[in-house]
């Protein structure tokens, strides 16, 4: 029987022609392995027939100026139980052809594999992970709830686990324990049952403890030690086992055993069994916990929605709206997808996407988001984005793939575990020799060996890390700061200096008029009214500023007539009657029109950023305008606040340097770049690293992509470009600097949560190892037991988990405006 050819279809960047294909296929006909290849250039894919190695064609293609496409796949993996078999996970993973990176989870068990996009990878993928004892499955936007309800499923599984080996163990524990506790109650059993039904009765209880609720260790356990990889799993085995097998061998063939030995100890292989089972259950709640934040922003998308076709309602299900579509929103309820308002006005709470309590005003024309809520008023919007596209659905991609991510921390972390059972193992194996050479007997050598096994679980190590990450980006994502990267996390409790583009990120990105000073006998509202009707054809971004205000104030505008830019200088209009001029004191002067008192305001205005704007009716000056890009309410207070948290502060825009030094000065930053252009920025921010500071840059426009991304970090207004945000490392869905100090506070908090973690961990298990093999004995007479062992480890891990939730109450150093 032949072999049926393997067929691999890679998605390829570059090919632009037909002669672009016929290239691949000449090139990548030549490898080794390659039966047949066949390029399309219109899908973007190159089938190859044989057995190639799909990374060695991904360098064949680079090599010619070819780009292979990656994927990223997620997967849900179940029974992993300790740092080892993240580990174990890690290295199957890799070594499936086409992988170029593997990031495995142990606290929401689950695997980031970015691989080259080829057909059937993931399936690939998750057969590997099964193949090494683990179950797995890929993980999509629909499989969430199932995912959740397989977790719920666990939970109850390892419930009813641990009442069962309770049950079971109780009767164990009370027959041998108890008698060594009271001794009367020892006397009075052996005298009525005798010693062998004793024992005989403690076998069978704690081998239905071991081979009924405490089979997952062995089916997990064995193979992992039969295939050269011991895990946790596999340290119980042995250490339960060890103390069943030798208390099986005193109960049935006591002659095997000198005299002095003839003991048993079902009750610690039970006990063990039964702490361990609990231990994991309640890891399993906590571990559940930790997800919350993904369950929430989950439950924000509504399941349905209020469809309008040809004028008829239903209630359709999400999946079944298109972009275009006309959707109705009726009071109090969540809006389904992205959109834009057709009809209606009415007030959003956009608090779950930016963290700013205040709601948002739509009328038509502005755009909705998934997720947020409707106020008291009913109103119909146009779908835009749908399903994966929406910003909620995103976001939720974000924070998994934040929450997915290692930390340069956890290089240690890993370096460690991969060696740590067998080393674990091999000093149990240690202390039971020097146990049998130098020590009391046989029994003491298999219980120290044993307690060394038992106590020395890596769990609290594998868990130190992940799940600390889960919770603090979790909190994050409610706090409106997003970490498109985990390392980021890392990377900004570490900043030293603040930088910050001006336009649209300390100011609030638009000119609006910001003061009025009319000439004596002009009113305010009068002189307003006369310069928005001269302005009331102009696209200026000055003139916007001085509509929006008179809007604002209901004025009514009489129509304009003749009105005339006049380059470098403003304009000239007939406005009922009167022959206005509204511009720069230039204007005025060439005009020959007095100004007053007028031009000192306007001076000490400019010295403060502000532009002057002069308005003259039939040669006399009627009011002086004052129009600014206006400081966001909450810049100087955060600018305050990261000094009190001991950074620098820094300005870097492209705007004119009186004006970025006078905004400078009223915040109170200390650094000023101006008039720099987009790549001018990424020198600034070299410069400000010469002195060897790590340096956090904020930004919102398509001008400060290059600087975002040169930064050690960067940081975008979630209100900005796309490009923007995809340049950034964290995200600030709301425009709000106090989001700046938050990103920062978390960053500082989740690492130093990471580190008490990690040194619980590893101080653990480097306290306790000498104790469990018995350094006290020889001074004190002290043994540690093996079920205090088991008690410790699982209490070890539930620190950790415990310690991790404590994030969830991190409030905001400042809350949003």
Not at 646 to 657: H, K, N, Q, Y
Request: charged share 20%; glycine share 10%; aromatic share 4%.
């Amino acid at each position: 029987m032949t072999d049926i050819p393997t067929t691999q279809t890679l998605r390829i960047d570059g090919m632009t022609c037909a002669s672009c294909t016929a290239r691949v296929e000449r090139m990548l006909g030549k490898e080794e392995g390659v039966t047949g290849v066949r390029a399309n250039f219109v899908t973007g894919t190159v089938a190859i027939d044989g057995a190639a190695e799909p990374s060695r064609l991904a360098e064949k293609l680079a090599s010619a100026g070819f780009t292979a496409a990656e994927d990223v796949t997620r997967l849900s993996i179940g029974g992993m139980t300790c740092a080892s078999c993240v580990s174990r996970v890690e290295r199957v993973l890799q070594k499936v052809p086409g992988v170029t990176a593997a990031s495995v989870n142990l606290a929401d068990e689950s695997a980031t594999v970015r691989h080259l996009a080829l057909t059937g990878i993931p399936e690939k993928l998750a057969e590997a992970v099964r193949s090494a004892g683990y179950e797995a499955r890929v993980a999509t936007e629909t499989s969430r709830e199932d995912l959740a309800r397989h977790k719920g499923e666990e939970q109850a599984k390892l419930a009813r686990a641990v009442l069962i080996a309770a049950a079971l163990t109780l009767p164990v524990f009370v027959l041998e324990m108890g008698g060594h506790m009271v001794p009367a109650f020892h006397h009075w059993l052996h005298g009525i049952f005798g010693q062998f039904p004793l024992w005989v009765a403690q076998f069978l209880l704690t081998s239905a403890v071991l081979f009924g609720p405490g089979l997952r260790f062995y089916r997990a356990g064995v193979p992992a030690l039969l295939h050269g990889t011991p895990d946790m799993n596999s340290l119980v085995v042995l250490g339960a086992t060890a103390a069943w097998g030798y208390s099986t061998l005193a109960t049935f063939a006591p002659g095997l055993l000198p005299e002095a030995s003839r003991v048993v100890y079902f009750e610690a292989a039970a006990v063990i069994v039964t702490l361990i089972l609990l231990g994991r259950w309640l890891e399993a709640r906590a571990k559940g916990r930790t997800g919350a934040a993904i369950e929430k922003l989950v439950g924000l998308q509504p399941k349905t929605a209020r469809l309008d076709r040809a004028g008829l309602i239903q209630e359709v299900p999400i999946d079944e709206i298109r972009p275009g579509d006309l959707l109705h929103l009726r009071p109090g309820e969540r809006v389904a997808v992205d959109g834009v308002v057709e009809t209606g006005h009415s007030w959003l709470d956009e608090s779950m996407i930016t963290g700013e309590p205040v709601p948002v005003e739509k009328e038509p024309g502005a755009p909705l988001t998934a997720g947020t809520v409707n106020g008291s008023a009913a109103m119909t919007y146009r779908a835009e984005r749908v399903g994966a596209d929406t910003m909620l659905a995103r976001i939720i991609r974000m924070v998994e793939e934040a929450q997915g991510a290692k930390l340069p921390i956890q290089a240690a972390v890993d370096r460690v575990t991969r060696v740590f059972v067998p080393v674990v193992m091999g000093i149990a194996a240690l202390t039971f020799v020097i146990w049998l050479s130098w020590g009391p007997g046989l029994a003491q050598a298999m219980v120290a060996g044993v307690a060394v096994l038992i106590i020395a679980c890596p769990c609290a190590m594998g868990l130190a890390t992940p799940t600390s990450i889960m919770v603090g980006t979790g909190r994050g994502a409610e706090m409106g700061v997003l970490f498109r990267r985990g390392d980021a996390l890392q990377a900004l409790q570490g900043v030293q200096v603040v930088a910050f583009d001006k336009t649209g990120t300390l100011t609030e990105g638009r000119p609006a008029l910001v003061a009025i000073h009319p000439a004596p006998g002009t009113a305010e509202d009068a002189a307003l009214a006369l310069a928005a009707a001269a302005e009331s054809g102009s696209e200026h971004p000055i003139a916007g500023a001085i509509l929006r205000a008179a809007a604002e104030r209901e004025l009514t505008l009489a129509p304009a007539e003749g009105a005339t830019a006049i380059a470098g200088f403003g304009l000239s209009a007939r406005v009922g009657g009167q022959s206005l001029l509204l511009g720069a004191k230039r204007l005025m002067d060439r005009e020959g029109i007095a100004l007053g008192d007028l031009p000192a305001l306007a001076d000490r205005a400019a010295a403060e950023g502000g532009t002057p704007l002069y308005l003259a009716a039939d040669g006399t000056v009627l009011a002086l305008f004052i129009v600014a890009d206006r400081i966001k309410p909450t810049t100087k207070p955060a600018i305050d606040a990261l000094h009190a948290l001991g950074l620098r502060t820094a300005m870097v825009t492209g705007d004119a340097a009186p004006t970025a030094r006078a905004i400078a000065a009223r915040l109170g930053i200390d650094h000023v770049e101006a008039e720099v252009l987009p790549e001018g920025k990424v020198a600034a921010i070299q410069a400000l690293r010469r002195d060897g500071a790590t340096v956090a840059f904020v930004g919102d426009g398509i001008n400060d992509a290059p600087a975002l991304a040169a930064a050690d970090v960067g940081l975008a207004i979630g209100t900005g470009t796309d490009v923007a945000v995809e340049a950034a490392e964290v995200v600030l869905m709301s425009g709000d600097l106090s989001a700046v100090v938050n990103a920062i506070h978390l960053s500082r908090r989740v690492l130093r949560n990471i580190r008490q973690n990690l040194f619980w961990a590893f101080a653990y298990n480097a306290a306790l190892i000498p104790v469990a093999a018995g350094v006290l004995y020889p001074a004190f007479g002290i043994q540690f037991s093996p079920i205090l062992g088991a008690a410790a480890m699982a209490l070890s891990s539930i620190f950790v988990l415990t310690n991790a939730l404590r994030l969830k109450a991190l409030r905001p150093v400042l809350e949003a405006a």
